[in-house]
């Protein structure tokens, strides 16, 4: 028995401020306290388990308890109690952790205070108080607890959580700490065992010590993300990746890494089989968990990773995150950007890796998740070029179905390429029976197929891949005649230099505003005619999508249609047929001018009504009909 009389303490200055301000704090989440005294058990556990593995000849107290942390209340008296079988504290060791800070959390916490000037009930929400936070829900706190050395005695610390404590020797505890919790009658709600519970599980589901509340043992899940690899099988991988990321799917494949500088990192990120926004969902969360040393810090950190990844799913553990900094102050931190850096890195290497060495499994996540790598482009400069070597399309040069990289593309392109060229339609048929392709075709270059809007969007933000530009086939100013046909080359006798200008001439008059520029080109092959895009940043592709939008949605309106440039073919007999016509029969050469306009218009997708061309073909109709 021992007799001796509690020992009064007060707190140290610093502590005092830290109390008043949790004791009269509005923060919201009280229930954090939980997750602060489990998480300490677990701390505690985890340095005993370490003591006993380290030290082998340690002669640890009590040593064949169970590592759990049990969790008993009583609901009617408003009491919560949190017992671990961990290193315990002893005399001295209460007053220097209970009674002091020491640590980096709290000091921060009083640095703000400072700067802050004043008391400030927010800033307990910007930054928990570890143990002191139970002050919140407390009317007192007994802690009763058992340092891991032979020699020893049993200690209990009680507070109010004003200005003193007490210490006094007590009898017959087991190792280890055992807080009761002595709830406030407004708070007397935490004492539910199912309120308990939930709030283990939502915030310390991978405490790898067994969690036991009223002797039922949660169903936690390991920590798996700081085992090894090769301690995990892939059916692990799979469960947690269900539990974690509460999904129906299987992922798809997952990175799994630990590093030590310039952070200490364990990261388990997996790529889902499902892409939820293109099923209609709506916009995804993201769904990467922050954790320090296996306790949540937040479940849906908002900065960890870059907008575009926001489909992936798993957890970040990060040790040198400070456990007692909460979300709000989380987000913008320095730590959180490197973290960033680091993960996104790693994410984009993998596939990169995917794409080389199983290309199937890159091209089937290309097909789902693409959409998010092109965002990626057009919104992270940061990770531009790497996102750009992930891209895939098809090109003139692929089968149907099947996609090309930019670096395979550049290395087919003919020396003396300086441009990758690109062209956007509807599909693959479209693209390859307008009149833009050919003069490519001729000559062997190969031209990329982009079939959705947002490609255009990239190639314009992306601008260039390797130094060289990307350039649509339909642009007006590709010069390819540094690159020699190679088929086709008897392509036929053009007409004259005099007479195409009088013809470019006359189709001009005739066609009036509706064309900025006639001009003969030698880029036609097989077509009389084609519209050239003049406008670098909008192509007419660009512009009719625009267009479309602004009357569903009421936008800014585009203006006029701006007029096109028209290129004809020198060499086509239809050409050469109308630079005599005009002079002969001016009536029918202009009806045919404008029908060699709306051709060029319906094969670069922009003629809006057909129906004045209809009325137009039955008057050239009629009169070749006549001869
Ligand atoms: P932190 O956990 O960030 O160090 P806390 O305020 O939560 O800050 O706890 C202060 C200190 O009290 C801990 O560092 C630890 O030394 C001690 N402590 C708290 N709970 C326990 C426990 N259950 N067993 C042993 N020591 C504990
Ligand atoms: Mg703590």
Redesign the pocket.
Known sequence: MTTQAPERHEFQAEVKQVLDIVVHSLYTDKEIFVR??V???S??TE?LRHTQVAEKDADVFDPDLDLEIQVTSDEEAGEITIR?F????THD?LIE??GTI??S??KAFLNALKASGERNDNLIGQFG????SVFMVADSVK?Y?RSWHKEGQCYCWSSDGSGAYEIEPVDGERR??R?VISLKDAYKDFAKKARLEAIIKKYSAFVQFPVLVEGDKLNTVGAIWLKSKSDISDEEYKEFYKFQAKAFDEPRFWLHFSADAPLSINALIFAPTENMEGFGFGRMEPGVALYCRKVLIDSEPKNLLPDWLRFVRGVVDSADLP??ISRESMQDSSLIQKLNKVITKRFLKTLEEKAKKEPEVYNDFWQNFGLFLKEGVTTDFTHRDQLLGLLRYESSYTEKGTTTSLSDYLSRAPEGQKEIYYLFGPSREAIESGPYIEAFKARNIEVLYLYEPIDEFVMNHARAFEEKNFVSADSDEIDLDAIAPETDTDRGEALEASASEALCAFIKETLGDEVSEVSASDRLVGSPAMIVNADKMMTAQMRKMMKAMQQKTGGPDMGAEPPVKLQVNPRHPLVKNLAGLHESNGELASLISEQLLDNARIAAGLLEDPSQMVQRNYKILEQLSAK
């Open positions: 602060e005294l998480s300490n058990a701390d505690a340095k671990d961990g290193i315990g504290m060791e952790n209970l020491a640590h959390g709290s108080v570890g143990f002191y802690v607890t280890g700490t807080i456990l007692n």
